[in-house]
């Protein structure tokens, strides 16, 4: 059966590394990449692993969305052009995987709410960001069991991994994070904080994950709540490991995980980053499957 | 030197680094009679917010007596002559913080970052040199990295819009040659425009040393707390710096009488715990540990077992940086846990 076509905007680090996690899935092809500067790397590594390129941004791919087939686009580049992107591409037809953390469509996160973005036809998903992919998972932990009234993350990645654009907007990092912690991750009030550690060698990514639950925790019900969470997180991201925790302290809960990943393009350190792309991919398939299935398609808007 | 005449800005902490010590709990009423005491005594610059700045509110870092606009709508309108700043740390709070103490009538921003991570503060000391306000950059954990280092990082804080720049001993680890090299380099390097500010902690005894040092090479803010009532060790006393200025003959129109006073009387009294170089004080100084890390080590070592010395070596082994005080924790299970392997195999 032939595989889905998708189109990677953005041809950095990010782009590229979602552009290998592409080609070993057995339902997506990555067809285009685009890219801003003729200059880039990525889109080299892309020409020479067979994709078509351009280097004029979405408007490069748009005459081409139709008779290539394109179906879905990753955005990979800012939350500042996001919005942009989006509309260009969801107007001929194209579902937009978005991996800023713009959050124009809805947060997915794909262990907790995945396959209830199937048949709601969304023309635009939002990962959240690399903390809220890490973390919400283990705050849904909780959360299934018991009613949490605030979850808090703190993400430390290394410097080396936070490109120019989280750095030159990191108030949307922790807005978006924050936002679906609550949202996504079921507390009644989220909050994120991220550090960037410039330690050499660089650190693996780091999260801690409190909860404050309502009643005192419910430790042992927690416990393999969070265990089985563990192992579901693990299934695209074998890197996810519970280092400590989870710690129980009156209505405290919290938790501490390390995302090490798997090192396709970017450095086995930079789990963040392979998580967005991981979790991308992962939501992509599923997607794939809903348009392979005939129950997803989206028509292009009447010009 | 002869600093005989030159004027420096005397920037209070208490209020906001002393957060630290008090676990963020001072009082409102505490905090308007110190406020007052400071305003009397003429100091000029005091910062009031969370000890980790706005937005730190936090189970990481603990959750404060009230919420930084409670505190800057109460303390700013006793102030006759007293302004009053805010920390911001960009990860942890945001722009809409800062809107918030602007719209509360504080005169000074600063947005402090790791040293080597200025880039992730151009939103922040964009938009608050745009709202007009005195607009600082502070680079925290300066002693991590040699003066042309920081001088790069300094100069993004200025390209932002930054009107003075900090070198911020966190950990109390500077010794005062280190802080001639980057004030030196800095005051050579920057726009003459630009003013240099130094942040000590007292965790090597270094505090007012550190001050002179940084004033002798041309900064021109000093930050110090009444009776030292900071992180750690505490930050540079107010009171000796001021008693040491006046005998050296730099001008801090703060009166000493009245800025002991506000030590003795006003802070002594509402001390959990004697702001002392004890041994785990004493380690942040010596290993280059954020000063903030002390009681989280302490409660970590009456929990888990393992001495807060030690906790506070691996840390620094490890590299952390301010902001991390949730690795405490971790890093405390895991060596207890490691204790037990050890002691079940000995």
């Known amino acids: 059966m032939q595989k889905i076509k998708c189109a990677i905007i953005g041809s950095g680090n990010i782009g590229t ?4 996690k592409l080609r070993r899935s057995p339902i997506l092809e990555p067809a285009w990449m685009v890219g801003i500067e003729a200059a880039s790397e990525g889109l080299a590594r892309a020409k020479a692993l067979g994709l078509k390129t351009t280097d004029q941004g979405v408007d490069g791919l748009l005459p081409h969305v139709k008779k290539d087939g394109v179906r879905i686009a990753f955005d990979a580049t800012s939350a500042y052009v996001h919005k942009d992107n989006s509309d260009k591409l969801t107007r001929l037809g194209v579902m937009m995987i978005d991996l800023t953390p713009a959050a124009v469509g809805p947060y997915c996160v794909p262990p907790i709410n995945l396959k209830a973005h199937a048949g709601r036809r969304e023309p635009n998903v939002n990962m959240v960001t690399c903390g809220g992919q890490a973390t919400i998972p283990m705050v849904y932990a909780v959360s299934r069991v018991q009613k949490v009234k605030y979850a808090e993350i703190v993400a430390t990645v290394a410097s080396k991994s936070v490109g120019p654009g989280t750095r030159k907007n990191i108030d949307e990092f922790t807005r978006t994070t924050a936002g679906a912690v609550a949202k996504i991750g079921g507390a009644d009030e989220g909050k994120a904080i991220i550090v960037i550690n410039p330690a050499e060698p660089p650190l693996i990514m780091r999260d801690t994950i409190h909860c404050l639950t309502k009643e005192l925790p419910k430790q042992a019900e927690i416990e393999a709540s969070v265990h089985a969470m563990i192992a579901e997180v693990q299934k695209y991201v074998p890197g996810y490991r519970l ?4 710690v129980f302290d009156g209505n405290r809960v919290t938790t501490f995980i390390e995302v090490e990943g798997l090192g396709d393009f970017l450095p086995k350190y930079a789990g963040n980053l392979d998580i967005m792309t991981a979790s991308a991919t992962r939501a992509a398939e599923m997607f794939a499957e809903e348009m392979r299935a005939g129950r997803l398609s989206f028509e292009p808007a009447l010009a | 030197m002869n600093l005989k005449g030159v004027k420096i800005k005397v920037h209070e902490m208490s209020l906001r680094d002393g957060m630290h010590p008090k676990r963020h709990r001072i009082s409102l009423e ?4 110190i406020a007052k005491g400071v305003d009397a005594a003429g100091v000029p610059l005091l910062e009031v917010t969370h000890g980790d700045g706005l937005g730190g509110s936090s189970v990481n870092y603990g959750f404060p007596a009230h919420t930084d606009q409670e505190y800057l709508r109460g303390v700013i309108p006793l102030l006759k002559k007293t302004q009053v700043s805010a920390l911001l740390l960009p990860g942890i709070g945001t722009v809409d913080h800062l809107r918030m103490a602007a719209d509360c009538g504080v005169t000074t921003i600063r947005v402090a970052t790791h040293c080597t991570e200025a880039d992730v503060s151009e939103q922040h000391i964009g938009l608050s040199r745009k709202m007009g306000l005195d607009t600082v950059g502070f680079l925290m954990m300066a002693h991590m990295i040699p003066a042309e280092k920081i ?18 001993d966190s950990a109390g680890y500077m010794l005062p040659d280190d802080v001639r090299a980057r004030i030196g380099l800095l005051r050579e390097k920057l726009k003459p425009e630009t003013e240099i500010g130094f942040h000590g902690h007292h965790n090597l005894s270094m505090g007012v040393a550190n001050s002179v040092a940084a004033i002798e090479e041309g900064a021109r803010r000093v930050d110090a707390a009444c009776a030292g009532l900071g992180a750690g060790a505490g930050n540079t006393p107010t009171e000796v710096l001021v008693a040491v200025c006046n005998r050296m003959g730099i001008d801090t129109g703060i009166d000493l009488f009245k800025v002991s006073d506000v030590a003795e009387d006003l802070i002594q009294p509402i001390l959990d715990n004697p702001i002392r170089i004890d041994r785990d004080a004493l380690t942040l100084g010596y290993a280059g540990v954020y000063s903030s890390f002390l009681l989280f080590a302490k409660r970590a070592e009456a929990r888990y077992g393992v001495p807060a010395r030690e906790i506070l070596l691996e840390l620094g082994r490890r590299g952390m940086v301010g902001g991390q005080e949730d690795m405490i924790e971790d890093a405390a299970i895991t060596m207890s846990k490691e204790r037990a392997k050890t002691r079940a195999t000995a």
């Open chain 1, 243 to 246: 280092k400590n925790g989870p």
């Open chain 2, 30 to 33: 505490q905090m308007q009679t």
């Open chain 1, 17 to 20: 590394d979602l552009m290998y």
């Open chain 2, 151 to 168: 001088l790069e990082q300094a100069r993004l804080m200025e390209s932002y819009g930054a009107n003075c720049i900090y070198v911020t």
